[in-house]
């Protein structure tokens, strides 16, 4: 059974720190990983997207790595602003790519 | 353009009664999906239908739970005998392209649901 962990629990940083968002996963046959974002009380909003075959994927200042043998992905997110403040989700597909398995995620506080 | 959307926001209810959930996926998309989230965990997949048949519905956790989708559209998931484990929020998501490698899953908003 597929399992995803996903350290620290929880992160401060003061603004314009960069930082790492680690998640780890136990079966390799992946279909694809995402990284998710949740604000308190709201949905979640897809981040990035990185395929089965895919090592990164960047989109502004965020850039997630795969590193599928080792069931590992990383979220990097560069100069980091209040703004960024939330809970950070990954989520890797399943084999036939109909359902998501999730992290239970990294709440991530920015102060300015 | 319009999300996903659910209703209601929140729903109160006491152990035993029966409720009903709303999902409204974003036009055109054929995929839907239905998740639970309890307090300081990741969501957890119920059921995924593509149109209007449940094509996986592994995630449910017994036959308290049950969920349609008769036109393809919108979805109703469906809780018999509520218990109090029950209380979590309760998010849908839909998707274009399900089984493709870049198919992305959009959530709604979720429904909080509290069983007294």
């Known amino acids: 059974k597929q399992e995803v962990t996903q350290i620290p629990a929880a992160l401060s940083v003061p603004e314009g720190e960069n930082l790492v968002l680690n998640c780890s996963f136990t079966d390799s046959a992946i279909y694809n990983l995402q990284w998710f974002r949740q604000d308190p009380g709201k949905g979640l909003t897809s981040l990035l997207l990185i395929q089965s075959s895919q090592r990164e994927q960047t989109s502004g200042r965020l850039n997630a790595s795969l590193d599928k043998s080792s069931g590992r992905s990383t979220l990097y997110i560069a100069a980091s602003q209040p703004g960024d403040s939330a809970t950070y989700l990954c989520?890797?597909?399943?084999?036939?790519?109909?359902?998501?398995?999730f992290g239970k995620g990294t709440t991530l506080s920015v102060s300015s | 353009g319009a999300g996903v959307s659910q209703t209601p926001s929140n729903k109160v209810t006491e152990k035993g009664k029966y409720v009903e959930l709303r999902c409204d996926p974003i036009s055109g998309h054929t995929a839907l999906y239905w998740y639970r989230q309890s307090l300081g965990q990741g969501p957890e997949f119920l059921i995924y239908f593509q149109g209007t048949g449940a094509a996986d519905d592994s995630g449910l956790p017994n036959d308290r739970f049950f969920a349609v989708r008769p036109e393809g559209s919108v979805s109703t998931l469906k809780i018999q005998r509520t218990e109090r484990g029950d209380s979590a929020v309760y998010l849908c998501?839909?998707?274009?392209?399900?089984?493709?490698?870049?198919?992305?899953?959009?959530f709604g908003p979720g429904t909080r649901l509290t069983v007294l």
């Open positions: 989520a890797v597909g399943n084999q036939a790519g109909t359902a998501l398995i």
């Open positions: 998501a839909s998707s274009l392209s399900p089984g493709t490698s870049t198919d992305t899953q959009y």
